[in-house]
């Protein structure tokens, strides 16, 4: 390997108009990186660091408009974004401080902790927690500003080795984020200076299958023929730690745990090659796990090229001392990768997951093990593949570990508390820029089984910027659709053939991500920092750009037979995805979901993009169709982002995507539809088309315009319960269609019309209850049209019934705003 591939600079300075004081005798220095970023330093022996650290990359920005204020006592810089004082002395909270401009409710003070404001950032694993956690500091604060600490991480030499930092005390390295309540502009700029997240392979974002159990070749493809037969799509295979030798008697014998292991178990896999071909012909990649701590021991089949490449004597490889594991050392690093993990990448593996948990030491002051093994894996992955889009599987190890996804958030427990808390997790580390968190999907360990809770998590995990299910090493932990009563077993087959469908959509999120920097998954406070309520509701989120999530963590009320959860609708007009049914915002709510229901929402305007085939098959290859969601009310526009055989590996900005735009138009009631020239490596092909216009109960006479590009058919129209599909046939590629869906201004109107028939009659035809409290439930809402809700909702208040029931009635007896 080599080890300078792709290291970002040599030279990280920064332009030298954008610094000031840094002089020979000064103990100071300050550098302008954005208009809301701010580099400040403190030197005793004035030299300061130039070289690129493991958070920031690109110092050398282009440099913002600023002014300087200046006299032999203090010190002012001015941007449009904030006011810095500095009283040329030591550093301290009185003598270093900023005002932000605008949004600001108290300054910045340097070294002050104060965790009031601040809105978190991650944490580096979950392992073994149940419920919630702290998640730190991020660069966003309620306060409008807030500081990073770059002080300690390592830094790369001339190289791209890794080197650590000038000795001695009282250095000071630190950003200042100064962007007001502008998140998303705070976020950016932390990508700007430490690099933006990369671009992941478009098969990362369908359903991965992962299980801490002894497979082997036979029951592992047998179960991958189960998921074919039962067609629920996979794009990864895992595999967990037992394809290595773990309990062999060689193993014991050097007195080794067996977590670590580079030799296949041939009693489970006799040929690892042709094991990988077969999962590969199925369409699946694979990774393999690794616990690289306890190194290389003599029972390895590469030991002695190992132990030779490091520089091991005959004596020592004679005695058969172990490899220990180094990554700090050159040589260790360069077998690590060229003799260890290559002879079993030529077996055929894909991608590693690095399951690296002794903590952030190594023999090296300031040289995290974490942060080594992502930050090379990652590029060996480049370097392996470089026709491809790199990709790891490891735990979070700092800022600016967006760099290397996807992230692997470790060992929960199987518990309710587990999952309520994941929500709030995945967004909040969007405030560290780290949008690619992989979680243990229906939780890893210890709990009770519970299968509506493993239902609700499958939920959460199609909506979740990776879906991987995985439980721990136990024969009764299975999370396979087919164990559960059938019922249960169908809805979640249902949920990860959805998650395949949504592929489009998170595709193009995928490409924003990497091209704009906006993480799949926002906390609420991105979009509305003004609102109070966006920062209450913690554990709702906005899913890419259309999708507003608000997740369903606690188990249904078994009279009601519905879960509910608590959630805000910001301003406008909103439609549920799954029912149609339109919601008045600027509001807080309860809403009451059956177990195959999930409340997710598209505000007026929305459009996404789906796979139009509704059981898709292995792989996540572009599809041969669409189906079209889109929420009338509002003009939308989404532009749908493919690739070709993964871009020859190129970087997002770098793409030629082929783009396919879908506009509609309110006024007129029109969809247009732009599909991109090529489609799924084919010059010139045809694409089925369906649009699903939710919450809109009908529609007029459908007139599509686009000539021989549409099939002579006539497009078909059919009432579906969440709105009106229109199948508008095949487009050919490159060819404009508009379609006239026969109305103009539509309006979101499915269940306001008739309430208590579509709404309100199966909650309580559904609800465990006495007869004659469903009659008189009944009696109450089935009134005369005309009667405002608001009244209907006071003599159900009247009512000796279950608070659950009566929280599920009002959502639809709402008035209208």
């Known amino acids: 390997m080599r080890i300078s591939k792709d290291v970002p600079s040599q030279d990280a300075s ?31 022996d004035s030299e300061f660091e130039d070289r690129p650290s493991s958070f920031a990359l690109h110092r050398d920005q282009p440099v913002p408009e600023y002014k300087v204020r200046e006299t032999d006592s203090q010190l002012e810089i001015f941007t449009s974004r904030f006011h810095l004082t500095y009283n040329k002395e030591d550093f301290t909270p009185y003598g270093l401080f900023a005002i932000v401009v605008g949004d600001t409710r108290a300054p910045w003070r340097y070294g002050e ?15 073994e927690i149940d419920g919630r956690i702290d998640m730190g500091f991020g660069i966003l604060s309620e306060k409008g500003s807030a500081s990073l600490d770059d002080s300690e991480s390592f830094l790369f030499e001339k190289d791209g080795f890794v ?107 006799p040929n690892p090659p042709e094991f990988i071909s077969e999962l590969h012909k199925r369409k699946l990649k694979t990774t393999l796990n690794e616990h690289p701590a306890d190194g290389i021991h003599s029972y390895e089949d590469v030991y002695e090229k190992v132990a030779k490449a490091v520089g091991q004597s005959p004596t020592q490889i004679g005695h058969k001392e172990p490899v220990p594991f180094d990554i700090a050392d050159r040589k260790f690093l360069k077998a690590y990768f060229d003799v260890l993990l290559k002879s079993l990448e030529d077996d055929g593996v894909d991608f590693w997951w690095i399951d690296w948990q002794q903590g952030p030491y190594s023999r090296v002051k300031g040289i995290d093990p974490l942060w080594m093994l992502n930050h090379y894996h990652f590029l060996h992955n480049a370097e392996k593949n470089p026709d491809k889009h790199p990709l790891i599987f490891s735990r979070y190890a700092g800022p600016g570990s967006h760099r290397y996804p996807v992230g692997f958030s470790g060992d929960t427990v199987v518990s309710w508390a587990s999952l309520h808390f994941q929500p709030e997790f995945t967004a909040t580390a969007s405030n560290v820029g780290y949008g690619w968190w992989s979680h243990d999907i229906g939780g890893h360990m210890m709990g009770v089984r519970d299968e509506e809770l493993l239902v609700r998590w499958t939920q959460l995990g199609v909506l979740s910027p990776i879906m991987r299910l995985h439980s721990t090493k136990s024969r009764w932990m299975s999370k396979e659709p087919w164990q559960l009563p059938q019922h249960l077993g169908d809805i979640m087959t249902e949920w990860l053939r959805f998650r395949h469908r949504l592929l489009p959509y998170l595709h193009t999120m995928n490409a924003r991500a990497a091209i704009d920097g906006l993480p799949l998954v926002q906390p609420m406070y991105w979009e509305y920092p003004r609102r109070t309520e966006a920062y209450q509701h913690k554990n709702q989120f906005l899913f890419g750009s259309e999708l507003l999530v608000i997740p369903i963590t606690a188990p249904m009320d078994p009279n009601v037979r519905l879960s509910k959860t608590k959630g805000w609708l910001p301003p406008g007009r909103y439609v549920d995805f799954f029912t149609g049914i339109a919601y008045d915002g600027d509001r807080e709510l309860w809403v009451s979901r059956p177990l195959d229901q999930y409340p997710v929402f598209l505000r007026e305007g929305s459009i996404v993009p789906l796979d139009h085939n509704l059981k898709p098959t292995n792989g996540g290859e572009n599809p041969d169709g669409f189906e079209v969601i889109i929420a009338v009310g509002a003009d939308g526009r989404f532009e749908i982002l493919e ?3 993964e871009s020859k590996g190129r970087a997002a900005k770098d793409i030629d995507w082929l ?38 109960s009908k529609v007029g006479k459908i007139v599509v315009q686009g000539g021989e590009h549409v099939n002579s058919s006539e497009s078909k129209v059919s009432e579906v319960s969440n709105g009106v599909l229109i199948d508008i046939g095949k487009v050919a590629a490159g060819a404009k269609v508009t379609i006239d869906i026969g109305l103009k201004n539509p309006r979101l109107d499915l269940g306001k019309d008739d309430t ?12 465990q209850i006495g007869y004659p409290l469903k009659d008189e439930i009944w009696e109450i809402v089935d009134t005369k049209k005309g009667t405002a809700n608001s009244a209907i ?25």
């Open 659 to 696: 783009k396919t735009t879908i506009i509609f138009t309110q006024e007129t009631g029109t969809v247009e539809i732009n599909p991109a020239s090529k489609a799924s490596g084919t010059s010139e092909k045809s694409r089925n088309w369906l649009l699903r216009l939710v919450g809109l």
């Open 163 to 269: 080197g650590a930092r000038k000795p001695g005390p009282g250095r000071v390295d630190g950003y200042l984020f100064a962007y007001g309540h502008d998140y998303r502009a705070a976020v950016k700029a932390m990508y700007a200076i430490s690099g933006s997240p990369p671009l992941l392979p478009r098969w990362s974002l369908g359903n991965w299958w992962s299980r801490y159990y002894e497979y082997s070749t036979d029951s592992y493809l047998a179960l991958i023929e189960k998921f074919r037969e039962s067609e629920i799509p996979l794009t990864v295979g895992v595999i967990d730690m037992d394809w290595h030798l773990v309990d062999d008697p060689k193993v014991i014998k050097a007195g080794q745990t067996g977590w670590t292991g580079y030799t296949w178990n041939k009693k489970l896999f």
């Open 113 to 127: 902790v104060d965790s009031r404001g601040n809105l978190g950032g991650t944490a580096r694993t979950l392992d």
């Open 793 to 817: 909702l006071n003599r159900l208040q009247t009512l000796d019934m279950n608070d659950d029931l009566r929280i599920a009635l009002a959502e639809f007896l709402v008035d209208e705003v």
């Open 643 to 645: 690739e070709e055989d």
């Open 14 to 44: 920064a332009d030298r108009t954008a610094i000031i004081g840094g002089r020979s005798t000064d103990k100071y220095r300050f550098t302008v990186i954005a208009e809301g970023l701010l580099r400040y330093e403190w030197a005793p």
């Open 756 to 767: 208590v028939n579509s709404l309100i009659e199966p909650i309580i035809m559904n609800a």
